[in-house]
């Protein structure tokens, strides 16, 4: 039977402060989404939260670098960090775009995938939290990890009713051009949180 020593339950709780480093660029996607009018001042936010996550990805590595015997893999340790900041470097990314393109108030289906991205991210840091005893929590961090996948499919169909409208509707080009690309960004990060999903699962199956 595979245990995790006491010792090593450092890495889990690295996770999960990455983890909310991640919900957290998601509530501030949100503020923007409700209020054009807090775009700039939590692009300044944002930037000191992608400093933040960045200074925890790089305590994992350090600590992975130093640690013979791991909990998991190697492998799945590096990944699952660098994924985790990977999702708040995206978050920055959206938001930066928001500003430099002066979008003003945002369409209904930017924020909805803003919303179903506060509910992934919510759950990630419900599986990251379980991690410490897999065996034990196997079914819970697998019904976060398939409710993930729900959720990403349900961007998927926003996106794609959103971008028919934009091609519909928007007359303008220049606001299409903008709206389209925030958009895919919005969608490319429920992407990304479905494959830190994919990722816990292979641990699950590798542990429990």
């Known amino acids: 039977m595979f245990k ?9 709780d ?8 991640f919900y957290q660029g998601a509530l501030m996607m949100d503020e923007v989404m409700l209020d054009y009018s807090k775009a700039a001042d939590k692009v300044k936010e944002v930037v000191d939260l992608e400093h933040a996550a960045d200074a925890i990805n790089d305590k994992i590595i350090d600590k992975l670098n130093l640690t013979f015997i791991t909990p998991i893999d190697r492998e799945d340790i590096y990944a699952l960090a660098n994924g985790l900041d990977d ?3 995206n978050l920055q990314g959206t938001l930066q775009r928001i500003v430099m393109y002066r979008t003003g108030k945002a369409m209904s289906g930017a924020v909805t995938l803003t919303k ?23 079914a819970q961090i697998l019904e976060a990890t398939h409710k993930i996948g729900r ?35 919005l969608e490319n990060t429920l992407d990304h949180c479905e494959k830190i999903a994919d990722m816990l699962r292979g641990v699950v199956m590798k542990y429990a």
């Open 4 to 12: 995790f020593k006491q010792k090593d339950s450092e890495f889990f």
């Open 87 to 89: 999702g708040v470097d």
């Open 151 to 185: 959720l990403e499919s349900e961007g998927d169909r926003v996106y794609r009713h959103e971008v028919a409208y934009l091609f519909d509707k928007e007359k303008d080009p220049i606001e299409l051009i903008k709206w389209k690309d925030i958009l895919e960004n």
């Open 14 to 21: 690295l996770f999960v402060e990455s983890a909310q480093y």
């Open 116 to 138: 179903l991205l506060i509910e992934s991210t919510e759950e990630i840091i419900r599986a990251f939290s379980l991690l410490k005893n897999i065996r034990k929590n196997q």
